[in-house]
C-alpha cells in the first residue's frame, strides 16, 4: 500500500501563486506515473496535470501556460507550482499515482483545499 500526502494549499488572491507537494510512500516512485486532479462539489474530478515515469507532461488547457508539474524521484516527490491563479482555480486538489505496469497500483491522496479569493 502506497500513501500519498499532499500538502501546500490554502488560500490565495487572484493573479497569486501557490505550490503544492505530494510525498509517495513507496521505493518505487520512479516507476509511477504521477498526477494531479481537482475537484469541486457537485462536479466530477478533473485532470489538472500529468507527469510520466519519463518525466513527459500533460495539461488541461484551463491551466496550460500558468501551471508546471515537476517531480523529484530522490525524494519521492511530485510537485504542481500554480501562477496566475483565478477564482476558478478553487477546488480541492488530489494527487495520483499510477503504476506504469499494474492498473491495480493505483493510489490517491486526501486532497489539499486551495481557495482563490479575494
Known amino acids: 500500500q502506497v500513501q500519498i500526502v499532499e500538502s501546500g494549499g490554502g488560500l490565495v488572491q487572484p493573479g497569486g501563486s501557490l505550490r503544492l507537494s505530494c510525498a509517495a510512500s513507496t521505493m518505487a516512485f520512479s516507476f509511477y506515473n504521477m498526477g494531479w486532479y481537482r475537484q469541486v462539489p457537485g462536479k466530477q474530478r478533473e485532470m489538472v496535470a500529468i507527469?510520466?515515469?519519463?518525466?513527459?507532461?500533460n495539461y488541461a488547457d484551463s491551466v496550460k501556460d500558468r501551471f508546471t508539474i515537476s517531480r523529484d524521484n530522490a525524494k519521492n516527490t511530485v510537485y504542481l507550482q500554480m501562477n496566475s491563479l483565478k477564482p476558478e482555480d478553487t477546488a480541492v486538489y488530489y494527487c495520483n499515482a499510477a503504476h506504469i505496469r499494474s492498473t491495480t497500483l493505483n493510489y490517491w491522496g486526501q486532497g489539499t483545499q486551495v481557495t482563490v479569493s479575494s
Open positions: 507527469i510520466s515515469s519519463g518525466g513527459s507532461t
